[in-house]
C-alpha cells in the first residue's frame, strides 16, 4: 500500500517537527512546499524563475505553477511508496489540483491518502510563536517556553546562532492565524466528509504527539 500523508493545521502548530520525524520513521521523503519552491528558484529551473517572479514582489505563486512543482516532486523515484506533504494544499483550489494530480500519478498504484490535522487554540498558538527560535544555520527549531536549553542563543545540534523569525511577534501570529483560517480551515471539511481525516491535539507536547500520531497511523492506515 502507497502511503500518501498531508498535513495541514495553522503556523506554528508543530507540523513540521512532527513530520520529519514521521519521514525518518516510515523512510517517505518530507516535501516542505516552501523549500520545495526555494530549491527551484536556486536552480534557476524555467519554474523557479517563473515562481521567483511572484514571490520577489510578495505575491503568491500561481495555483497552476505550484501544482506543476509538486507534481513533478512526487513523480520521482523516492515517492514511489508514498510520501509526506507539508504545506500544501493550503486551499480548496490547491486541494483540487492535488485530487487531479493523484489521479494521474496514482491510476495503477493501490495507495491511501490520509490527511492530520493539527489543531491547536490561537492562545496556545501566539504562546508557542512567540516563544520560537530557530538556527539561522541548520534551520533547527527551539521554543524557549517548552525546551530546556544550555544556552537560549545557540543551537545545540551544530552551535550555529538562534535567532526569532521577523514575523514570529504576537501581531503578525494573530493574522497569520486569522489567514489559515480563512483559506486553509475549509480543507478540514473537506476531507472530513471524504473520511479521509484524523485530528490531532498540537497542544500536547512534541513526544506525545508524536506517540499520538504513529498510533493513529498504526490504528488507520493499511500496511
Known amino acids: 500500500m502507497k502511503k500518501e500523508f498531508i498535513f495541514i493545521g ?20 518530507h516535501i516542505d512546499t516552501g523549500s520545495l ?15 521567483d517572479s511572484y514571490i520577489s514582489k510578495g505575491q503568491l505563486a500561481p495555483i497552476t505553477l505550484v501544482a506543476s512543482i509538486i507534481k513533478n516532486r512526487i513523480s520521482k523515484e523516492d515517492c514511489k511508496n508514498g510520501f509526506i506533504l507539508d504545506g ?33 487554540g490561537q492562545d496556545k498558538l501566539i504562546e508557542r510563536l512567540v516563544n520560537r527560535r530557530s538556527c539561522e ?14 544556552d537560549e542563543n545557540t543551537c545545540e545540534k551544530c552551535g550555529g ?4 523569525r521577523d514575523d514570529d511577534t504576537e501581531e503578525v501570529a494573530i493574522k497569520r492565524f486569522e489567514t489559515y483560517f480563512k483559506q486553509t480551515a475549509p480543507l478540514v471539511d ?10 490531532i491535539d498540537a497542544s500536547k507536547d512534541i513526544n506525545t504527539i508524536y506517540k499520538d500520531l504513529t498510533g493513529a497511523i498504526k490504528e488507520n492506515v493499511h500496511s
Open 10 to 29: 495553522p503556523p506554528g502548530s508543530g507540523k513540521g517537527t512532527q513530520t520529519i520525524m514521521l519521514s525518518k520513521e516510515f523512510n517517505l521523503p
Open 37 to 51: 519552491l526555494r530549491e527551484e528558484i536556486a536552480s534557476g529551473s524555467q519554474a523557479g524563475k517563473l515562481a
Open 88 to 120: 500544501y494544499p493550503r486551499s480548496s483550489e490547491q486541494a483540487e489540483a492535488l485530487d487531479d494530480i493523484l489521479k494521474e500519478i496514482d491510476k495503477n498504484e493501490n495507495a491511501q491518502l490520509t490527511v492530520f490535522y493539527f489543531e491547536i
Open 137 to 150: 544555520k541548520c534551520g533547527a527549531i527551539y521554543n524557549l517556553k517548552t525546551m530546556k536549553l544550555k
Open 161 to 164: 546562532k538562534l535567532i526569532r
Open 190 to 199: 473537506l476531507y472530513k466528509k471524504r473520511n479521509q481525516l484524523i485530528t
